[in-house]
């Protein structure tokens, strides 16, 4: 006799469940190639949780449902997994992208008062409740392009109480959306006005107060490790100070200058080390034997129209973890778009499109450590599906421009379609959002 379950996707033309791998841990080296490709795909979901895929034939004889969804002509992936964004801002940046393509550069735009500290003035600005409804609307765009976790960052408000405020205001937003969150506190993301000549003090403001003060609103701990920002030392001592307090770490390290941020990364146990465009070999032989992920970030670099793109490359081939991320926030990385990041890493990286999936997925949530509940398709994790309207996952990269996401499901349950006809059964009261 049939299983019962509470749903069944079915005729997935390709289901890709990267179950060639172990459920858990980031994959490295020959490891990112696989994927567990099934053709003419099925999911069997019982109370949010995956029981069971395989060819539909086969789960279909196996199991009854209720609801039975089918996926004809759709590619179906793990939900995607972006691992570093920065969604909790008050205003968008355009002036300074039309600055950039006049000739202008990201660091004298900072100088200037521009970057970071624009966005911090803007949230200082704003209401709370305002703040919280438009990380609300950020987070509902994440979904649309078939992510299901996301690392949050806090780090434009610069001061005890903007920083608070925008994490209470990230904790309010994802009370309203059905997206997975691990919530990072950025303090260290610049030096307010009022500290740029006091630097060593407002480093012992963000240890000695916004730190035990954002213990209960956050479960990480970021620091811009950069020249110019916040130097070698400087971002030791928070970083230390944090994980004494029980934060997971975490760090902006090489970006667009080497300072050694990734030897620090792996050298103080960081989840991940993120960006490192300017990374040396010794910080990929750091990395290459640690547990910290990499988390590299070419829609920036594509962004900001620089010319050191992480050496990808080089990092897998020494055995470093690598992951992909949007970088979504309101100045230099303005998409919340992996589809398009794995064009960029594709062709400015030199990954394979397996490598890219794999950065996407597994890899990514063993960054944030959901690895054991998201990232694959494996028996016992969470239902997050991403449905793609492409005819291969080979397509997936390949196809750029526009939004290939169908329809995003979150622990069993459609949450986002972007094309309502397709499913209209789901569009009655309580079915999910229209993207």
């Given at each position: 006799m049939a299983e019962l379950v509470d749903r069944l996707f079915v005729h997935c033309t390709e289901l890709v469940t990267l179950?060639?791998?172990?459920?858990?841990?980031?994959?490295r080296g020959a490891g990112m190639q696989g994927l567990g490709v099934v053709a003419d795909g099925a999911v069997a979901v019982r109370d949010g949780s995956i029981v069971a895929t395989g060819p539909t034939d086969a789960i279909a004889r196996a199991y009854r449902a209720a609801?039975?969804?089918?996926?004809?002509?759709?590619?179906?992936?793990?939900?995607l997994v972006d691992c570093h964004t920065h969604p909790v801002f008050a205003a968008t940046r355009e002036a300074e992208f039309h600055q950039r393509c006049a000739g202008a550069d990201y660091m004298a735009i900072a100088a200037a008062g521009g970057?970071?500290?624009?966005?911090?003035?803007?949230?200082?600005a704003l209401p709370e409740a305002e703040l919280a409804a438009r990380t609300t609307q950020h987070l509902w765009g994440f979904l649309q392009h078939g992510t299901t976790a996301i690392e949050a960052k806090s780090g434009y408000g610069l001061s005890l109480d903007d920083e608070v405020k925008s994490l209470r205001a990230l904790g309010a937003a994802l009370a309203e959306v059905p997206l997975a969150a691990r919530r990072t506190f950025l303090g260290a993301h610049e030096f307010p006005p009022e500290y740029r000549d006091r630097r060593d003090a407002y480093v012992d403001l963000v240890i000695q107060q916004m730190l035990p003060a954002v213990r209960e609103l956050a479960d990480d701990c970021d620091v811009f490790a950069e020249p110019g920002v916040f130097d070698r030392s400087q971002s030791e001592r928070i970083l230390?100070?944090?994980?004494a307090l029980g934060f997971?770490?975490?760090?902006?390290?090489?970006?667009?200058?080497?300072?050694?941020?990734?030897?620090?990364?792996?050298?103080?146990?960081?989840?991940?080390?993120?960006?490192?465009?300017?990374?040396?070999?010794?910080?990929?032989?750091a990395l290459a034997h640690s547990d910290t992920v990499a988390v590299l970030l070419p829609g920036t670099i594509f962004f900001l129209g620089?010319?050191?793109?992480?050496?990808?490359?080089?990092?897998?081939?020494?055995?470093?973890?690598?992951?992909?991320?949007?970088?979504?926030?309101?100045?230099?990385?303005f998409t919340q778009s992996l589809p398009l990041i794995a064009t960029i890493a594709c062709r400015q990286l030199q990954m394979t499109p397996e490598e890219v999936l794999t950065a996407m997925t597994?890899?990514?949530?063993?960054?944030?450590?959901?690895d054991h509940e998201r990232g694959s398709l494996h028996p016992g994790k969470r239902a997050d599906l991403c449905v793609l309207d492409l005819p291969s996952w080979r397509a997936f990269g390949y196809a750029f421009g526009g939004n290939p996401v169908a329809l995003t499901v979150v622990g069993g349950r459609p949450v986002l379609a972007n094309v309502a006809?397709?499913?209209p059964e789901f569009f009655s009261s309580g079915g999910p959002r229209h993207g």
């Amino acid at each position: 006799m049939a299983e019962l379950v509470d749903r069944l996707f079915v005729h997935c033309t390709e289901l890709v469940t990267l179950a060639d791998g172990p459920p858990v841990g980031a994959r490295r080296g020959a490891g990112m190639q696989g994927l567990g490709v099934v053709a003419d795909g099925a999911v069997a979901v019982r109370d949010g949780s995956i029981v069971a895929t395989g060819p539909t034939d086969a789960i279909a004889r196996a199991y009854r449902a209720a609801e039975e969804l089918d996926l004809s002509g759709h590619v179906v992936l793990p939900g995607l997994v972006d691992c570093h964004t920065h969604p909790v801002f008050a205003a968008t940046r355009e002036a300074e992208f039309h600055q950039r393509c006049a000739g202008a550069d990201y660091m004298a735009i900072a100088a200037a008062g521009g970057g970071i500290l624009s966005s911090m003035r803007a949230l200082r600005a704003l209401p709370e409740a305002e703040l919280a409804a438009r990380t609300t609307q950020h987070l509902w765009g994440f979904l649309q392009h078939g992510t299901t976790a996301i690392e949050a960052k806090s780090g434009y408000g610069l001061s005890l109480d903007d920083e608070v405020k925008s994490l209470r205001a990230l904790g309010a937003a994802l009370a309203e959306v059905p997206l997975a969150a691990r919530r990072t506190f950025l303090g260290a993301h610049e030096f307010p006005p009022e500290y740029r000549d006091r630097r060593d003090a407002y480093v012992d403001l963000v240890i000695q107060q916004m730190l035990p003060a954002v213990r209960e609103l956050a479960d990480d701990c970021d620091v811009f490790a950069e020249p110019g920002v916040f130097d070698r030392s400087q971002s030791e001592r928070i970083l230390r100070a944090a994980k004494a307090l029980g934060f997971g770490l975490r760090v902006h390290a090489d970006e667009i200058q080497p300072m050694g941020g990734a030897e620090l990364a792996a050298a103080v146990g960081a989840l991940s080390a993120d960006h490192l465009g300017r990374i040396s070999d010794a910080g990929i032989e750091a990395l290459a034997h640690s547990d910290t992920v990499a988390v590299l970030l070419p829609g920036t670099i594509f962004f900001l129209g620089k010319p050191h793109h992480a050496p990808a490359r080089r990092m897998l081939a020494a055995g470093c973890a690598v992951a992909l991320a949007t970088d979504f926030n309101p100045g230099s990385c303005f998409t919340q778009s992996l589809p398009l990041i794995a064009t960029i890493a594709c062709r400015q990286l030199q990954m394979t499109p397996e490598e890219v999936l794999t950065a996407m997925t597994i890899n990514a949530a063993a960054a944030l450590r959901m690895d054991h509940e998201r990232g694959s398709l494996h028996p016992g994790k969470r239902a997050d599906l991403c449905v793609l309207d492409l005819p291969s996952w080979r397509a997936f990269g390949y196809a750029f421009g526009g939004n290939p996401v169908a329809l995003t499901v979150v622990g069993g349950r459609p949450v986002l379609a972007n094309v309502a006809e397709r499913w209209p059964e789901f569009f009655s009261s309580g079915g999910p959002r229209h993207g």
